[in-house]
């Protein structure tokens, strides 16, 4: 028997196993301490809501080399591996079903057959012929109906993607992780597609599998969100390339200086200073500025952070909040988020590994909606990511394929301080919109923007329909004068076309004024069938309108959510548009 001597970390998903999750970390010790006797255990709760995390915390204890990972809401399968990997240090990296289903003895094949076919990675398929299997006819049926649709989706050169025990070399899963946006059940298609796109070699080994559970039918909701999230992945794969040019690993460890305006502290601050700290990447101090400061967060552990500053700026903008920050900061990169943003632990790290290419000076970093948002604010992130909404510029609010961009918004924007400084910095005299004077200042410095989907944030959206409607008001005031003020990045089509719609309505209003009499003056003259062409002809553009937005509202597979996403962006339009238009004709601000 071959022993392993190099260091591998084995990563096991757990939810509400309180009951037998015990005896199965023993079981799995039993099994590999003489295969692998440099090994670690990553024990990843993912959100369970019964005894589990405090036997796990229990078990930590009583073994040096177990490491627990908590996450308090349960977001899936994928997103605790993914939360596991963040705490490895293991040359190799296994994937492990926590029930023990599949025995951890037999891991010492995997690694012979990584050796032998010179494989990055190996994994358990079910469909070698050396596989013994015990596991019920429904599941059977239902592995091999899922195989065939991968198979003609994504034509991989493997028979199995979902068995549960997998076995990577470090190097195979470090750029994937990034790219990797299923959290539940299609989340092994996921890796091994982004890692077979970038050329990592994919090996299958035989496995033994004796099902001790979920012996029935798997229920319609599992299969259902795996199916839409098996369409995603194809989509990204296809059409946005998604997978390709994953990230390097990082090469240098420069000090980041993040900054964050505020008015006081709050909850959010608290939220997202929390997940700061539990950055990947720990080279950073972090600015924060409010309005005033009285000590009231000093008794809260994590402010005494020695990253941590702290400083009053009395009642400024954020813009000029932003810029008094970087006056104080001694990063060589700045990174800006906002108070009711919060980073994903890789945030920083992801953000380093893009500024290794040496023409990159600027990133701008998607905010995806906060995962724990209410049923409102989810709609106004909703609103936000809907191509009606924002066009091309769903990329700030949903992941896309990697692009260079033109303005980008400063809740997660990231730059070079040297560039930041040549470019002016931020127009302290516009709020909001003092982003888009920046950026458009580096487009005409002949620098680039570049748009990763890797450095990610979430973000708590403003209530639907209030609180939105006075955000959107903003923007369209600004975008308006800045069409007329500076162009460059806000001379665009899309800007205009609310305000264009709006006009729109206005006309159909009028209509019955004097319509009646235009079609009057044809009756007689013209065919009935040309004569009603022209009777529809003005409501064309309604028609259209409201067809894309009953293909949104089908599109998201959730009738409430997707009713209110359409009032919410018809509405949107008509603020954004008059706001537009009130900005374009005022009054340049100086």
Known sequence: ??????????????????????????????????????????????????????????????????????????????????????????????????????????????????????????????????????????????????????????????????????????????????????????????????????????????????????????????????????????????????????????????????????????????????????????????????????????????????????????KESPAIKRHIGTTIAKGNIFAFIDDDTYPEVNWLQNAISTFDNKNISAIGGVAVTAQDDSFFQMISGLVYANFMTSAKHTLRYSPKSVQYVDDYPSCNFIIKRELYFKSGGFNSNFYPGEDTILCNNIIKLGEKILYTPDVLVYHHRRKLFFAHFKQISGYGWHRGLFVKRIGGNSLKLSYFIPSLFVIYIMFLFTLPLYYPSIISNFEGSISNNTLNIIKILPFVPLLLYNALLLISWISILAPIKGFFMCIGIFLTHIVYGFSFIKGFFSKNKD
Not at 276 to 298: A, M, R
Request: hydrophobic share 45%; with cysteine; proline share 4%.
């Open 1 to 314: 028997m071959k022993v392993i001597n190099e260091k591998v970390s084995i990563l096991l998903p757990i939810y509400n196993m309180g009951s037998t999750i015990e005896e199965h970390v023993r079981f799995l010790i039993d099994s590999i301490k003489k295969i692998m006797p440099n090994y670690e255990i990553i024990l990843s709760n993912d959100g369970s809501h019964d005894n589990t995390l405090p036997i796990i915390k229990k078990i930590e204890k009583n073994y040096d080399n177990i490491i627990v990972v908590n996450t308090d809401i349960n977001q899936g399968k994928g997103h605790a591996l993914k939360r596991a990997f963040e705490y490895s240090s293991g040359r190799y990296i296994v994937f492990c079903d926590a029930d023990m289903e599949l025995p951890p003895s037999q891991l010492s094949n995997f690694f012979d057959i990584m050796e032998n076919e010179k494989a990055d990675i190996v994994i358990g398929s079910k469909r070698h012929p050396l596989s013994s299997l015990k596991y019920s006819r429904i599941r059977r049926t239902i592995s091999f109906i899922y195989f065939m649709f991968v198979k003609i989706m994504f034509k991989l050169p493997i028979r199995d993607t979902q068995t549960g025990l997998k076995l990577f070399k470090r190097e195979a899963l470090e750029g994937v992780f990034a790219r990797i946006l299923v959290k539940a059940f299609a989340y092994d298609l996921e890796v091994l597609i982004a890692a077979y796109t970038n050329g990592f070699k994919i090996a299958q080994a035989p496995i033994i599998l004796n099902a001790n559970r979920h012996n029935g039918f798997i229920h319609i909701h599992v299969l259902y969100k795996t199916f839409i999230d098996t369409i995603a992945i194809f989509y990204r794969l296809r059409f946005l390339k998604f997978y390709k040019h994953l990230l390097n690993v990082r090469k240098s460890e420069p000090l980041i200086s993040i900054i964050i305006p505020l008015k006081k502290m709050n909850d959010y601050i608290i939220e997202c200073t929390s997940w700061v700290l539990k950055q990947t990447y720990s080279n950073f101090e972090l600015i924060i500025l409010p309005d005033e400061y009285n000590g009231e967060l000093n008794n809260n552990a994590m402010f005494l952070d020695k990253r941590i500053i702290i400083k009053e700026t009395g």
